[in-house]
């Protein structure tokens, strides 16, 4: 239980559990309600962004902002949601936690802007790399058509240098891609671009789906994973090599 102490309370959530992504509302009455956007993954987007629900696959993290200048209670609620598609069999409503709002608390203006967030462009890539989640017929699951081999380098890029990654899930559920020691931007789900610029480092892929993603390979260069982010699926084979080099 949350006891809000100002007309507008910043809420930063993070999806912890091995394999559920969370369809996040916060609800009053049981209807959900604005709330606005202000931190992804990698940091604050530009402004303000309001949102009904937002998705949070698992090791997601996400801020908003809530305003909590009426009083009485609202819910952060996790919605039922389908990791198979509009489809599939949903998942539950569950309460994830409760603001209860005192009454003298006055409104808080949202900020008009936050931070500036880079405009990568995909024309400067040097490279388009394909990508493909799916399983196997032995029950593991695959990354291009191959399971995890420790040994085993699937792909090469450059330090200083931007690529295009095309992520396509052929598997009939969620699979949340995760790259490490590197920043993304999402370029489009499907052809349709994002409604904001944000820097991420885990976003959910749907069945069926292809997500452009932006990848500047900046800092430091060596060997990094990039894999499922559902635990299960990266322990049966779902996550791969990358190898950055000077």
């Not at 916060?26 to 709330?35: E, I, K, L, N």
């Not at 198979?84 to 802007?113: F, H, M, Q, W």
């Not at 995909?122 to 394909?130: G, M, T, W």
Request: aromatic letters at 4%; one cysteine or more; proline letters at 9%.
């Amino acid at each position: 239980m949350l006891a809000p102490r100002s007309g507008r309370t910043r809420l930063r959530l993070l999806n912890s559990t091995a394999g559920d992504s969370l369809r996040l509302a916060v609800t009053r009455d049981g209807q959900p309600t604005t709330v606005h956007l202000v931190a992804t993954d990698g940091g604050l987007v530009e402004a303000p962004v309001p949102l009904d629900e937002v998705l949070l696959p698992p090791g997601g993290r996400t801020e908003v902002l809530v305003d909590t200048s009426r009083p009485g209670r609202q819910e952060v609620r996790a919605l039922p949601h389908s990791p198979y598609g509009p489809g599939g069999k949903a998942s539950g409503d569950e309460l994830i936690a409760s603001l209860d709002v005192p009454t003298g608390l006055r409104p808080v203006a949202l900020p008009r802007a936050l931070q500036l967030v880079e405009r990568l462009d995909p024309a400067s890539a040097v490279a388009v790399r394909r990508i493909e989640m799916d399983a196997d017929e032995s029950g593991g699951f695959t990354l291009d058509g191959k399971t995890f081999a420790m040994d085993r380098v699937d792909a090469r890029a450059r330090l200083d240098t931007l690529e295009v990654w095309e992520v396509v899930n052929r598997h009939a559920m969620d699979h949340p891609f995760h790259l490490h020691s590197y920043a993304v931007q999402v370029l489009d789900v499907d052809g349709v671009p994002p409604p904001h610029r944000a820097w991420y480092d885990t976003v959910n892929i749907p069945p069926g789906s292809t997500v452009r993603l932006a990848v500047p390979f900046r800092g430091g260069a060596g060997r990094t994973v990039y894999h499922c982010h559902i635990t299960n699926h990266e322990d049966l084979g779902m996550m791969a090599v990358l190898e950055v080099t000077a």
